[in-house]
C-alpha cells in the first residue's frame, strides 16, 4: 500500500466555495418518487459516493462507484506512474474504511479526496500501460444507486503515450486547465503594516493525505491543525503578516506552494509535515533546506516521498514544473539559500531545548516546495508518525504550543540578524 486512500468528510469551509464550481446533478423525474433516506441531501448539495469497487482481470478491469446521483466525469491517463484520473464536481466520499487500498486486474489501489474547491477526484494506479475502453455515468433508477464506470483495457506505452500526448495538447488548446487545481486567488499584500509576511505551509491535503500513523493519524490533518497553532503563536507577537497556503483540507500543487510565497512577498517559508519510516523506534523532529545533493540517503528518501505529492493528486508532470523552471537570478538563489541555512540553525538550536530531534537534525534535499529561489524556505518535519510516542505527542496541544514557541524564537532571531545585516 504506498498511498493509502483515506477520505475525510468535508469541512463545511471546504464545501463553502462549491456553490458557483459544483456541477448541478441532472435530476431525472424519478428522483422525486425516491424515498428521501437513500439519497441525504448534503449541505453543500455535493453528490454522495457510498462504495466503490474492482472487477475483472489482468485483460479487462472495470471500476464502479456507487452515487447518490449522475455527476459528469473527466476521465484520462498519465504515465510514470501510471494512472488513471476521474475528475467530477464536489464529491461527499462515505467509503466504507479501506475502500481503495487492495487492488484487483489492472489497479493495484486507488484512491480518492478534495482536489480543488469545488472539485474531486479518485486516482486509479495502473500495473501498466492501459487505455480507457468506455466511462459513462448510470443514472439511479428503481432504488438503485447512480453507477459512475470506468473499464480499463490492457494497451501497450507506445499506444498509452500517444493517448497521453493527445490529451495534453487538448488541454492546452482548450486552456482548460483539468489537470490543474483552481486555486483561488492569492490574499492581496497589505502594504499598509510594514510587517514581514511569513508563509506557513501545511503539506499535503484534500485527496493527497500524506503519510498515515501507527494508531491512524493523517499527516494532512496533524499539519494543518498545527500550522494554525504556529499561525496564532506568530500572530501574537504582532510583528508578523502570517498567511497560510491552505486552511482546509484542499489539495494544493507543490509549484502552488513556491507560487503563493513569491506572489505574496513572502520574506519566510516554514513548511510543515509529519514523516513515517518502517521503523517503529525512530523518532524526533527535523528541519530541511533545499540541496542540490540529499545530505545523506533518509532525506534523498524523504524528498522522493514529498515530492510525489504532485503525482498522488493525479497531476501532470508538466504542470507540477512551470513554476519553477524560471530559476534566472542564481545570485539570488545562491544569497537565499544562505538565509535558508541560517535560519535552519537558528531554529534547530532553538527546538533542540523543546522538543527531541534526530540525529543531525539539520539535513537537506532537493525538495521542491523548497524552491523559490528568492524567499528563505524551510521544511519542518515535525517528528515520525510511525512511532508510537511521536504520533501521540503530535496531538497534544502543550506539544504544540512548545514547538510553536521554539519556532517563532527562532522566527524572531532571523528577523533581527536580517535588520541587523541589511546594507542600508
Ligand atoms: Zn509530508
Known amino acids: 500500500m504506498r498511498w493509502p486512500a483515506i477520505a475525510k468528510a468535508l469541512t463545511l469551509a471546504g464545501l463553502a466555495a462549491t456553490a458557483a464550481g459544483a456541477v448541478p446533478a441532472r435530476a431525472a423525474p424519478e428522483d422525486k418518487a425516491a424515498p428521501a433516506a437513500t439519497a441525504p441531501a448534503t449541505e453543500a448539495g455535493a453528490a454522495v459516493a457510498t462504495d466503490a469497487r474492482l472487477a475483472g482481470d489482468k485483460a479487462r478491469t472495470r471500476f464502479v462507484v456507487d452515487l447518490d446521483r449522475s455527476v459528469d466525469i ?5 504515465a510514470d506512474p501510471y494512472r488513471v484520473i476521474v475528475d467530477v464536481p464536489q464529491i461527499e466520499f462515505r467509503m466504507p474504511p479501506g475502500s481503495g487500498e487492495e487492488g484487483k486486474g489492472l489497479v493495484s489501489a486507488f484512491r480518492y479526496g478534495t482536489f480543488a474547491p469545488g472539485r474531486s477526484r479518485i486516482v486509479l494506479d495502473a500495473t501498466g500501460p492501459v487505455a480507457i475502453d468506455k466511462s459513462f455515468v448510470l443514472p439511479p433508477i ?9 473499464d480499463l483495457v490492457e494497451t501497450s506505452r507506445p499506444r498509452f503515450l ?9 488541454l492546452k488548446r482548450s486552456g482548460n486547465a483539468l489537470a490543474k487545481a483552481d486555486r483561488p486567488p492569492v490574499a492581496a499584500v497589505d502594504t499598509d503594516t510594514n510587517k514581514p509576511v511569513v508563509v506557513i505551509d501545511p503539506g499535503h491535503g484534500g485527496i493527497d493525505s500524506g503519510t498515515v500513523g501507527v494508531a491512524g493519524s493523517i499527516e494532512k490533518v496533524v499539519v494543518l491543525e498545527f500550522g494554525r497553532v504556529l ?18 483540507d484542499t489539495f494544493v500543487a507543490l509549484g502552488d506552494r513556491v507560487k503563493f510565497a513569491r506572489d505574496n512577498h513572502a520574506a519566510l517559508f516554514v513548511s510543515i509535515h ?9 523518532r524526533g523532529a527535523t528541519v530541511y533546506t533545499v540541496g542540490d545533493k540529499p545530505s545523506d540517503d533518509e532525506a534523498a528518501a524523504l524528498a522522493e516521498k514529498e515530492n510525489r505529492a504532485d503525482i498522488v493528486a493525479g497531476l501532470a508532470m508538466e504542470d507540477a514544473e512551470g513554476d519553477v523552471a524560471d530559476i534566472l537570478f542564481e545570485l539570488t538563489e545562491r544569497e537565499t539559500r544562505v538565509f535558508s541555512v541560517g535560519f535552519a540553525r537558528n531554529l534547530v538550536g532553538e527546538l ?20 523559490a529561489p528568492d524567499v528563505p524556505s524551510v521544511l519542518v518535519e515535525l517528528g515520525y508518525l510511525s512511532n508510537v510516542q511521536d504520533e501521540k505527542l503530535m496531538a497534544t496541544p502543550e506539544w504544540r504550543e512548545r514547538t510553536a514557541t521554539a519556532i517563532v524564537e527562532a522566527i524572531g532571531g532571523f528577523f533581527s540578524r536580517r535588520v541587523a545585516q541589511a546594507p542600508d
Not at 473527466?74 to 498519465?78: E, G, K, S, T, Y
Not at 428503481?142 to 470506468?150: K, N, S, T
Not at 500517444?162 to 487538448?170: M, P, S
Not at 499561525?231 to 482546509?248: I, P, Q
Request: hydrophobic share 45%.
Open 231 to 248: 499561525k496564532a503563536a506568530l500572530e501574537k507577537t504582532g510583528a508578523y503578516r502570517v498567511l497560510m497556503t491552505r486552511d482546509d
Open 162 to 170: 500517444a493517448a497521453e500526448a493527445e490529451y495534453l495538447a487538448n
Open 142 to 150: 428503481e432504488g438503485q444507486p447512480a453507477r459512475l464506470v470506468v
Open 274 to 282: 509529519a514523516d513515517s519510516l518502517s521503523d517503529d523506534d525512530f
Open 74 to 78: 473527466a476521465v484520462f491517463a498519465l
Open 352 to 371: 533542540k531545548s523543546a522538543i527531541k530531534l534526530v540525529h543531525n537534525p539539520h539535513r537537506s534535499a532537493g525538495l521542491r516546495v523548497l524552491r
